[in-house]
């Protein structure tokens, strides 16, 4: 299978390959699905002292019989022991899902630690690589001071999604149309192995049937199963937030509502979603005067997606997959126009020259109209540096985008104190522009076909 992007991240384990007479610990982590595996297995499948161990979940002394017959003949009886045979006899040790060693029981990471350091003593030219897809247990083991592992590793690596540019590229390989790249990227995101389930080129139609409801659809099950092994006891409470959350940005006291988790509680939950899992993001509007008005998103495209769309119908999807297809396609529409927003605003992070400035900030504003009573404006997209503010408009519908439209966002932008910085507006479109638009002097026009066009110049 073709190997996808991630030239930066090979080059770094390049380097590493080159440190012949050093020993260096090489943490490896990020979501699951994200390719840490796919990512060192190209990076040293063509080496020959490699051992690779794919660490489970099992009774202490299952697994260290287990990994024990995998390289040797003998069974060892204790950790420390066995992790020194290893690093004496590889040159590259590779653990994956190392935070199970955590789950079977904390104390093999102690040997490890006593067993690395013994391998710093005796100047082994082992390398650790280690990865792991629980995030928040990844960073406790490396980032806690009371777990042995602190300080231990010699580089940390957060392996993310692929860029816009890279999913949009990727999918057009595939035989996708600009608009059909974009829709199943507002389904998936940047998510290397899911995007691989688009390889075969069908309707988005019979893609979202066979890949999300069909009775062995390998998505239908995905965002649980992924998230109550990473929240453990409390996914509930986290589900029920993340269901609150799901579509549309919400407030706290908004999700508190849907979600019934108490409003006292709903910080904690939310940072942890936010900073831990980096699942939701936090969103305030830019350049408003007022606090207060931080509103939640689902940040990874994927569980916004599942938890909009198929947690929410799991019923009807086991009993009646076709109905439960018809319901989600109504309003697919909607939500591909509000995953616009945050498309447009990913494409100019990735593409910031377009606006002839390098921009501070890039987000969304909203707020009350001033002067007018239970009044509000929101605007889906803003950048700006000292000098310049761009204010711009998403749509993502199959009507063209005409005079009308422009004239709303010049009279929203005027809400928007902007401290005498030089205004310029964008409009992006799926179905194009009226020929009025053209004309209009400080306006970007904007097509999926156009935005593609910039990332291939």
């Known amino acids: 299978m073709k190997f996808y992007n991630r030239k930066k991240e090979l080059n770094f384990l390049d380097e590493i390959k080159l440190r012949k007479n050093d020993n260096i610990f090489v943490v490896i982590y990020g979501r699951r699905r994200i390719g840490k595996t796919t990512l060192v297995r190209e990076a040293f499948g063509n080496e020959r002292s490699v051992f690779y161990y794919f660490v489970e979940v099992l009774n202490q002394n299952n697994l260290l019989e287990k990994i024990s017959l995998s390289f040797s003949k003998a069974v060892f009886k204790d950790w420390f022991d066995l992790f020194i045979e290893i690093f004496e006899r590889f040159e ?232 439960a297809l018809e319901i989600i396609w109504k309003m697919l529409p909607q939500y591909f126009g509000l995953k616009f927003e945050q498309v447009c605003s990913r494409f100019l992070m990735e593409k910031p020259e377009l606006l002839g400035f390098v921009p501070e900030r890039i987000g969304k504003t909203w707020g009350k109209i001033p002067g007018e009573k239970n009044k509000s404006f929101d605007i889906d997209l803003v950048a700006y540096d000292s000098e310049n503010i761009v204010f711009g408009e998403c749509k993502w519908t199959n009507k063209k985008v005409g005079i009308e439209e422009y004239n709303k966002l010049v009279i929203r932008s005027s809400y928007v104190k902007n401290e005498g910085r030089k205004k310029k507006y964008i409009i992006f479109s799926k179905s194009g522009f009226e020929k009025e638009l053209l004309k209009i002097k400080d306006l970007l026009l904007l097509t999926p076909e156009d935005m593609i066009k910039q990332f291939e110049a």
Do not use: C
């Open 92 to 323: 590259y040790v590779i653990f994956d899902e190392f935070q199970n060693f955590y789950k079977v029981s904390p104390t093999i990471l102690y040997s490890l630690q006593k067993a690395w350091d013994e391998v710093k003593f005796r100047n082994y030219n082992t390398k650790l690589i280690v990865l792991g897809s629980y995030v928040g247990l990844m960073k406790k083991i490396f980032y806690d001071n009371k777990m042995p592992l602190f300080g231990r590793k010699d580089y940390l690596m957060n392996i993310q999604e692929f860029s816009l540019n890279e999913s949009i590229k990727m999918l057009m390989e595939f035989g996708y149309s600009p608009e059909e790249a974009f829709e199943i990227y507002s389904i998936v995101g940047g998510i290397p192995n899911y995007l691989l389930f688009f390889k075969d080129r069908k309707s988005l139609k019979d893609l979202i049937f066979d890949l999300f409801l069909s009775d062995y659809a390998p998505l239908k099950n995905e965002g649980e199963n992924i998230l109550v092994l990473e929240f453990g006891s409390e996914h509930r409470s986290y589900f029920s937030i993340l269901e609150a959350i799901a579509g549309t940005p919400k407030t706290v006291s908004e999700i508190s509502d849907v979600s019934k988790v108490e409003k006292t509680s709903l910080p904690r939950f939310l940072k942890e979603l936010e900073e831990e899992y980096k699942i939701v993001k936090a969103e305030e509007p830019l350049l408003s005067q007022k606090k207060r008005m931080k509103k939640y998103k689902i940040d990874d495209f994927f569980f916004d997606f599942y938890f909009t769309f198929i947690r929410k119908n799991l019923s009807t999807i086991e009993f009646a997959p076709e109905k």
